[in-house]
């Protein structure tokens, strides 16, 4: 069964402390992994989309890799603001032919003045 | 533009209620998407339509009904509702998605209580 682990489940930083979150996965030829952030109340506000192994993308203090098993959301030099869910999905078969966009549980992520 | 815009933002049901959840989106997109979030679990994909006029189920589709009379809007209703569709409910489009590869963007969401 594809599937899609985020750890931590939850993470403390202090301002400025750099860390990284991970989202594991299990799917049969990947065809994309997303990044998408999630304020209390909100709806999941989208960060980046990887499609190949080695690939990284970049925005503010926000870095996306990609392996062939998972991928890292690296966070250089957190602020206050930077204090949210971060939640990956991947596109999975779900059987008929079809697919869907399985997410994983996501990451509490508190940045700590 | 507003992108995409979900009513109501809250609502509380008794058990046997119905109700329609209404999204609107003004991106043009063909795809459009109705998720279920709840506490623990990852967002779950209820139903979702390839199009105007045409509608699919996804992993959670028991309970549900949805319709795309027009391309902009995605209904999504509840006959009869039970304690078990509390959560809160997103609606999302995007520009394609024959394999869920584009990106989907969300709704502010409208949380659901069903007493």
């Known amino acids: 069964e594809d599937q899609v682990t985020q750890s931590p489940e939850a993470l403390r930083l202090q301002e400025g402390e750099s860390s990284s979150l991970n989202c594991s996965y299990t799917v049969s030829g990947l065809r994309g992994l997303f990044w998408y952030r999630q304020d209390p109340g909100k709806g999941p506000e989208f960060l980046f989309t990887?499609?190949?192994a080695g690939e990284e993308k970049e925005k503010e203090r926000l870095k996306a890799t990609l392996t062939k098993k998972e991928s890292f959301l690296h966070i250089t030099a957190p602020k206050p603001e930077d204090s949210a869910t971060y939640l990956c999905a991947v596109p999975a078969y779900s059987g008929a032919g079809s697919y869907q966009l399985t997410f994983g549980k996501g990451t509490k992520l508190s940045v700590i003045p | 533009n507003a992108g995409v815009t979900q009513t109501p933002k809250f609502r509380v049901l008794k058990t046997g209620q119905s109700m329609t959840l209404l999204c609107a989106q003004d991106m043009n997109h063909e795809y459009m998407y109705w998720y279920r979030q709840d506490p623990g679990m990852g967002l779950r994909l209820i139903h979702y339509?390839?199009?105007?006029?045409?509608?699919a189920k996804g992993e959670v589709p028991d309970g549900y009904n949805v319709s795309r009379l027009k391309k902009q809007n995605f209904l999504l209703g509840l006959e009869s509702a039970a304690p078990s569709q509390t959560s809160v409910y997103f609606c999302?489009?995007?520009?394609?998605?024959?394999?869920?590869?584009?990106?989907?963007?969300f709704g502010p969401g409208t949380r659901l209580t069903v007493l």
């Open positions: 990887l499609y190949s």
């Open positions: 339509s390839v199009g105007e006029g045409t509608t």
């Open positions: 999302a489009s995007s520009r394609w998605g024959v394999t869920f590869t584009d990106t989907q963007y």
